[in-house]
């Protein structure tokens, strides 16, 4: 487990069983005096184990701030996150590949640096190349591929970390619609047949119904929790379909409501 706080402070946190991540009255200041940027605040939320967790938001509410923090990458200025439900990863928009190694090289640097054995590295290495299907591409370099394929081999190496909770910030944001569903199905599927966690931040608010269990809206900077939405649409779900078009609507209006307030 993995706290962070931002200065020491008493009694210790109780959670509820089945907590994968745990905020609470987090906020987030950066530089300082008539430069400071307050980007967070007061955030308290909690994420539970398989939970697929989306955050939506305008751009520059402090999204990925929060996740970073998740990640580890920041600290809070005060409140605290904790990391309960095992190792997060981060996942960008753009995958952050190593341009010089082929697929299965930045696939399998990951496993050598996770310690898994040589023997053991390529039949792992198959089995990720076929959850992500790309065994046919195994030997191209990054810059020889669609986005959507990078993001798939930024995916691999994600779950290559053997990471039980996957953060994911807007990674399909660059991909045109028809790719992006495909993801998205993927992506589905996975965390199906994983119980991964999955906090996936994204600013298009039919994606998050799309694809979360809860849609959590924050308002713009500094991010606060404005809303939080119960998804209970059956899967398999489609971006299209009218039950998440009405959820998103409703999502949206409410999200417009806060732009507005703030000009
Ligand atoms: N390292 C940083 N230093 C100063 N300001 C930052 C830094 N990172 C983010 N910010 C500011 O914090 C606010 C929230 O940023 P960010 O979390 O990236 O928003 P989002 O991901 O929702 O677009 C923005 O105003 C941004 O300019
Ligand atoms: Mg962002």
Not at 63 to 91: C, F, I, Q, Y
Not at 120 to 127: G, S, Y
Not at 224 to 238: G, Q, S, Y
Request: contains cysteine.
């Amino acid at each position: 487990m993995r706290r962070q706080k931002a200065a020491p402070s008493g009694s210790p946190l109780t959670h509820k069983p089945g907590t994968a991540v745990s905020l609470v009255g987090v906020s987030k200041v950066y530089g300082t005096g008539k430069h400071a940027v307050r980007a967070v605040e007061d955030v308290s939320l909690d994420v539970g184990m398989g939970e697929f967790l989306c955050l939506v938001g305008a751009s520059g509410c402090g999204k990925s701030t929060l996740l970073n923090m998740v990640a580890g990458l920041d600290k809070p200025t005060t409140g605290t996150v904790e990391v309960l439900g095992g190792r997060p990863t981060l996942m960008f928009q753009e995958g952050a590949l190593f341009p010089w190694l082929t697929v299965e090289k930045n696939i399998e640097l990951a496993l050598k640096l996770r310690g898994l054995h040589k023997s053991l590295r390529k039949d792992t290495l198959q089995a990720l190349l076929e959850m992500v299907h790309l065994q046919d591409f195994r030997r191209r370099l990054p810059h020889d591929l669609s986005g959507g394929m990078r993001q798939r081999v930024a995916l691999a190496r994600a779950l290559a970390q053997q990471a039980e909770i996957l953060l994911m910030d807007e990674p399909f944001g660059a991909l045109d619609a028809m790719t992006r569903d495909l993801l998205h199905e993927e992506l589905e599927a996975l965390w199906r047949n994983t119980g991964l966690t999955v906090v996936f931040v994204t600013h298009n608010v039919r994606e998050a119904v799309r694809l979360g269990d809860r849609v959590v809206l924050l308002s713009s900077r500094p991010g606060r929790i404005k809303a939080e939405f119960d998804v209970k649409i059956d899967h398999p779900r489609r971006t299209e379909s009218i039950a998440v078009g009405e959820l998103a609507r409703t999502i949206i209006d409410r999200l417009r409501m806060e732009v507005r307030s703030h000009g």
